[in-house]
């Protein structure tokens, strides 16, 4: 660019230049100083038109900004609404019980508009040897059960292990005491200690007490029942069960018996035990019942103390 020292140097040596005539230094003055305004307005409209490009890029960009950060829109809102409704609707059905145990016989009745042709599946002396692989099964069919638990089946920790891996599988986990004795011929502190003693261990293996409970071989005392109600747990026993019977004992007359007793009833508490024809006979138990239009109970939603 043609700066005003340029213009001012030849300025000078044009007025030095003695031989030069009047007229030829008004020419040749006026020459350069038509460049040195020319070059001027050239630089100044090239400098505008980069300050242009420049403004509208940072126009462009605020506008893409703008665009990402708009407010959602009506529709997105109200889809927004609507899912936080449905999973609120979702968390309050799952804590609001829907079943009450119907003590004469054990079942599970609706408390109000709940679908009444349902089973509830509970497994005995867990966890044994099959109880994992029967709560794997459970999962496969995506049903849920409760497996009630002795406590000398969770000494070592393999067996713990077990049981926590039963329950983080979302399986409710009942109290079927510490040593499966028979509760009548013991006495109130011993009771106390088969029961307690079960959800101290319980508790520190899978961080909650149970909610259920059932007496080895169905036998309660007054002071188990008060007990356990203590202990915040339902106590329940069970509308049948086959797989102790010697004549139940393979796969297929488990099923048979389990899908098509006479006992089966809306609602029905199903007994069952961790032994290796029931953990064979289990799948066709739940699709047998499915078939018959039974829906497996969630014990989630049965109301407890």
């Keep these: 660019m043609l700066s005003y020292s340029f213009f001012l140097k030849n300025f000078c040596h044009i007025e030095s230049s003695g031989g030069t005539s009047l007229r030829k230094k008004r020419l040749l003055l006026s020459t350069v100083f038509f460049c040195f305004l020319l070059n001027g307005c050239g630089g100044n409209q090239a400098s505008s038109e980069i300050e242009s490009k420049e403004k509208q890029q940072t126009e462009t960009e605020q506008k893409e900004i703008k665009n990402e950060q708009k407010e959602p829109s009506k529709q997105e809102n109200e889809e927004k609404g609507n899912?936080?409704?449905?999973?609120?609707?979702?968390?309050?059905?799952?804590?609001?019980?829907?079943?009450?145990?119907?003590?004469?016989?054990s079942s599970v009745n609706p408390i109000s508009n709940a679908n009444a042709k349902v089973v509830l599946l509970t497994f005995d002396d867990a966890p044994d040897k099959y109880s994992l692989q029967i709560a794997?099964?459970?999962?496969?069919?995506?049903?849920?059960?409760?497996?009630?638990?002795?406590?000398?089946?969770?000494?070592?920790?393999?067996?713990?292990?077990?049981?926590?891996?039963i329950h983080e599988m979302g399986f409710a986990i009942g109290n079927h005491t510490q040593s499966h004795a028979t509760l009548k011929d013991l006495s109130e502190p011993e009771q106390k200690n088969e029961i307690v003693k079960l959800n101290d261990a319980v508790e520190a293996i899978i961080g909650e007490r149970p909610k259920f409970f059932r007496a080895p071989f169905g036998m309660n005392t007054d002071f188990s029942k008060k007990l356990a109600t203590e202990e915040k747990m339902l106590v329940m026993n069970w509308t049948y069960g086959y797989d102790w019977e010697k004549e139940y004992q393979t796969k297929e007359a488990l099923t048979q018996i389990m899908v098509n007793s006479p006992y089966l009833i809306n609602g029905a508490n199903l007994l069952m035990h961790d032994r290796?024809?029931?953990?064979?006979?289990?799948?066709?138990?739940?699709?047998?019942?499915?078939?018959?239009?039974?829906?497996?109970?969630?014990?989630?939603?049965?109301?407890?103390p």
């Design 276 to 304: 290796e024809w029931t953990s064979e006979a289990i799948s066709g138990i739940i699709t047998g019942l499915q078939a018959k239009g039974y829906e497996m109970l969630d014990p989630k939603l049965i109301e407890t």
């Design 83 to 105: 899912l936080e409704a449905e999973e609120t609707e979702q968390v309050v059905k799952s804590a609001t019980p829907q079943y009450r145990l119907n003590p004469a016989n």
């Design 136 to 165: 794997k099964t459970l999962k496969s069919h995506n049903v849920n059960a409760i497996f009630f638990v002795n406590g000398h089946f969770i000494d070592s920790e393999e067996e713990k292990a077990v049981l926590k891996q």
